[in-house]
């Protein structure tokens, strides 16, 4: 099995960008940040400059004696993006030069069958899974794209899944009034209101690549011609509070109303501690300020509840596409970026 035999390995090399690392980074930052008894320690290589291919290089020539110890997760769903390809030849090359031809028995690569990538993949010992059948990147949350990456980490994939199959089954035995469809419309309401700007404002650092996951979700989703032929669109943003209390509260509350807040917090928080205060006052002023938000309280922060989060966040996208008339799988503009960088490269 893919675990038994990269189980060994302690830093695990993840290259890919957007939808297709953004999940499991996420997840992994949620979890480790803070903590310095990880034993393991993972690089998300999503489009790294001559500085990190730096530090790559000398990381594996000083720190890393056993091939076993390292594994090497490329992750692309056309199998064509240039940075991704990029980023796979170069620090595969990193590799190479210290272990030999051996280092392709230590990458793994999840791509569409027959991409680019795939038959790069097909001319040596490297390890292949498909990706999950047209799951496209911003949703595949829940597929082999992440859930390999969380496993390899030593997290509980099963939880991450086990929490998300719960909050599906919950929406699709919902009526009108419940949790997502309320959220949807809520957003869609203040948007026709002029609130075309959607802020994460989250209050436990360790789930700003969670908000940046959001981020991705809503902006590739939802910003694009409607059924009418109109551009439309809400600007995801991601706080960090009480941080970013400091730098743009002037704005959000004495500026345009423009702005729909979800403020996201773990209740695994010492109560009446400075932090747990901050989010307590600033959606008191928002609300004093009249402008729309809603909570969302994690229980704790863990595999099974980012799950659920994410799972919550997919179906509440998927209600918005519907009341904006828009298909939320297309992303032509990327697409079309895509294509203008492939043929420049």
């Not at 035999?5 to 290259?15: R, S």
């Not at 981020?215 to 109109?230: D, F, M, P, V």
Request: glycine letters at 6%; proline letters at 3%.
């Amino acid at each position: 099995m893919l675990i038994d035999k990269y189980q060994k390995a302690k830093y695990i090399f993840v290259v890919g960008i957007g939808g297709s690392d953004l999940a499991s980074k996420a997840v992994w930052s949620a979890i480790t940040l803070h903590k310095s008894n990880i034993d393991k320690k993972l690089f998300f290589l999503e489009s790294p400059d001559i500085r990190e291919y730096e530090e790559i290089t000398n990381f594996v020539k000083n720190k890393i004696a056993n091939l076993e110890e390292v594994v090497l997760i490329v992750i692309s769903k056309s199998g064509q993006t240039a940075e991704t390809l990029e980023a796979y030849h170069k620090t595969f090359d990193i590799l190479f030069k210290k272990f030999g031809p051996l280092a392709s028995d230590r990458v793994v690569v999840i791509s569409t069958p027959n991409s680019p990538l795939w038959k790069l993949a097909e001319k040596g010992t490297i390890k292949k899974i498909a990706w999950d059948e047209d799951v496209g990147g911003r949703f595949s949350a829940f597929t082999v794209a992440h859930t390999t990456v969380i496993s390899l980490a030593g997290l509980d994939a099963d939880a991450f899944v086990a929490g998300g199959k719960e909050i599906d089954k919950k929406y699709e035995i919902e009526d009108e009034n419940g949790e997502v469809k309320h959220l949807a419309k809520n957003i869609y309401n203040n948007y026709e209101k002029g609130f075309d700007i959607l802020d994460f404002f989250i209050f436990n650092s360790e789930l700003e690549d969670l908000g940046k996951w959001c981020r991705q979700l809503i902006a590739e989703s939802l910003g694009k011609e409607n059924e009418e032929g109109e551009k439309i669109g809400l600007t995801p943003t991601v706080s960090i509070g009480p941080v970013d209390m400091h730098s743009i509260l002037q704005l959000n509350l004495g500026g345009p109303k423009n702005r729909f807040t979800i403020f996201i917090k773990s209740l695994f928080e010492i109560k009446n501690s400075v932090n747990d205060k901050a989010y307590e006052d600033v959606s008191k002023a928002y609300k004093e300020a009249d402008l729309p938000f809603v909570k969302y309280e994690i229980e704790k922060i863990n595999e099974r509840e980012l799950g659920s989060f994410m799972a919550y966040m997919i179906n509440v996208t998927l209600e918005l596409a519907k009341l904006f008339k828009v298909n939320p799988y297309g992303q032509p503009a990327v697409e079309e970026y895509k294509k203008h960088l492939t043929e420049n490269n």
